[in-house]
């Protein structure tokens, strides 16, 4: 009769890498940044079918945290490459899924709190929310629904007035959203709903230059003689005749660049020595001004709206909640920590413990890529008929064409890369 030989147990860290194994993984494997680099790459390339296959290939296969990124990402493809309802349908559903989960689930907040940031499905940053009206309004106003993107426009500034007044958030409306409102007014003829919407955004954007003629005439066409005057001065070298009866006009939205992207920083919470890995935004690149042709006039494309700085007001605003939380599931881990080193009568797999908690706690670096870093705009007055626009951005040169009409603003919207 033989004796069995005894096996020697595992040591308890192999227990502590099964419970853990899985959030380290996941932290690496869920970097949808990394894993998107081809999609990027085909979109800039205006490689857009190409863009949307990869899409379609993680939308099935890829991670479920990343769902609500990966329609972002499809409804930008699908709005710069023209196909409008399309976008208007896929960035309804991107609304949809964002307002379901602001209602976050407590499990995955504590979940997040012992684990990463990246361990919850992305919610998107405020600015970015806004951005799907933003498009959709777009969207809306190349398919000549004035009044749907009307609806857009308004939610805009509805949801902006909740976070300013109701969240207390350093917000402010988006020069953008009130001069697209302004030229859709325009075009329907209601002239005191155009005034307020162009005099909003000549308030958030005071460079506008050229693009403030039609509050001059529009000021002077509702009666607001004193408000005329002060224009006047303040822009004495805009022309700004009344339009004849055959004349149009065009609007050129240039979605020039790219949006900043996440990278890692280390900064103190209030009086705290340690420091805490957050989140910031960095430029991709400066992005110059596009020249925007038709017939015989040219002119510098203005920039209204700087995704830019406007990503890192409202991600500057999280600064401190993160961080807070950050530290909040510091103070959990070495809770964790310690419970795991006294049941083992271990010291160093306590701190081993500790250790492999904080290296899966990474900063959530993922964001909307393919959003521009500027909205520019340039506006022209036109006789009727077809026009060739032509807009050169960084030595390229991108045409389309337009059909203008007697008393009308024609829309019209071009991507630009770098």
């Not at 005894?6 to 932290?27: D, E, F, H």
């Not at 857009?48 to 993680?58: D, K």
């Not at 307002?99 to 919610?123: K, N, V």
């Not at 329907?188 to 039609?214: F, M, T, V």
């Amino acid at each position: 009769m033989f004796l069995r030989r005894a096996r020697s147990p595992r040591p308890p860290g192999w227990a502590l890498l099964l419970v853990l194994g899985p959030l380290l993984w996941a932290g690496c494997a869920g970097d949808y940044v990394a894993r998107t680099r081809g999609v990027r790459q085909a979109y800039e390339q205006e490689n857009y079918p190409r863009a949307l296959e990869e899409l379609s290939s993680l939308e099935k296969d890829g991670n479920a945290k990343d769902t609500l990124l990966v329609l972002l990402d499809k409804g930008m493809v699908l709005h710069a490459a023209g196909r409008w309802e399309e976008s208007i349908q896929v960035l309804a559903e991107a609304d949809r899924m964002s307002a379901e989960l602001d209602a976050i689930s407590i499990t995955e907040e504590a979940g997040a709190l012992l684990s990463s940031e990246r361990q919850r499905a992305y919610r998107g940053e405020d600015f970015e929310k806004l951005m799907i009206t933003v498009l959709q309004a777009l969207n809306y106003a190349q398919l000549g629904k004035d009044e749907d993107a009307l609806v857009e426009v308004r939610r805009v500034n509805e949801r902006l007035e909740k976070m300013i007044v109701d969240e207390k958030k350093p917000y402010e409306q988006l020069a953008i959203a009130r001069y697209l409102g302004g030229v859709l007014y325009e075009d329907q003829r209601e002239w005191d709903s155009a005034y307020i919407d162009y005099a909003k955004a000549l308030e958030l954007a005071p460079g506008l230059g050229p693009l403030a003629e039609p509050l001059l005439r529009l000021a002077k066409k509702t009666g607001r003689e004193d408000l005329y005057a002060q224009l006047r001065e303040r822009f004495p070298d805009v022309p700004h005749e009344p339009l004849s009866p055959q004349e149009g006009q065009v609007v050129v939205v240039v979605e020039a660049g790219l949006a900043p992207e996440k990278e890692s920083a280390n900064q103190h919470y209030r009086e705290s020595v340690e420091l805490i890995t957050v989140p910031v935004y960095v430029d991709r690149g400066r992005t110059p001004a596009a020249r925007v042709r038709v017939a015989d006039a040219s002119a510098l494309a203005v920039t209204v709206t700087s995704l830019d700085q406007v990503a890192k007001v409202h991600l500057n605003d999280r600064v401190g909640r993160m961080l807070a939380k950050q530290l909040a599931g510091t103070v959990l881990k070495a809770g964790v920590s310690a419970g795991v080193g006294a049941a083992t009568k271990s010291k160093e797999l306590g701190y081993l413990t500790f250790l492999l908690l904080n290296l899966a706690n990474q900063p959530d670096l993922r964001s909307w890529l393919s959003l521009p870093a500027e909205f520019q705009l340039a506006r022209f007055r036109l006789p009727p008929g077809p026009h060739t626009i032509e807009v050169e951005f960084r030595g390229r040169l991108t045409t389309q064409q337009v059909e203008v009409r007697p008393g009308r603003v024609a829309l019209v919207v071009m991507r630009r890369y770098y």
